[in-house]
């Protein structure tokens, strides 16, 4: 059974960091791509960042790009976000997520495994 597991959420200030990080389990991690995804309230699921199966490429929305940075360790089938320079809209749920579909990974719809989300608040 397929587990993604996220830890690393919490309230901070604005300008402070946060890493993120994601355990997976029970599917073939080194064949998927690997996202993270974001919901505030009352907003829908957004894409914050993805890599790609062996690392070698790294996606960001342009509301990120420049202050988080996505890895993946292929050895712990783990991915990790750090998030620097945080700001108060970057307040919301995180997920991690898998795609094996080698398709778009900015988009929620072709990813196959979700973990529950984790909460980071940035206080301004």
């Known amino acids: 059974q397929a587990q993604v597991v996220e830890s690393g959420g919490g309230l901070v200030q604005a300008g402070g960091s946060l890493t993120l990080s994601c355990a997976t389990s029970g599917f073939r991690f080194r064949s998927h791509a690997m996202g993270w995804f974001r919901q505030a309230p009352g907003k829908e699921r957004e894409f914050v960042a993805a890599i790609s199966w062996s690392g070698s490429r790294t996606y960001y929305a342009d509301s990120v790009k420049g202050r988080f940075t996505i890895s993946r360790d292929n050895a712990k089938d783990t991915v990790t976000l750090q998030m620097n320079s945080l700001k108060p809209e970057d307040t919301a749920v995180y997920y991690c997520?898998?795609?094996?579909?080698?398709?778009?990974?900015?988009?929620?719809?072709?990813?196959?495994?979700w973990g529950q989300g984790t909460q980071v608040t940035v206080s301004s």
């Open positions: 997520a898998g795609n094996s579909r080698r398709t778009s990974v900015t988009v929620p719809e072709e990813y196959d495994y």
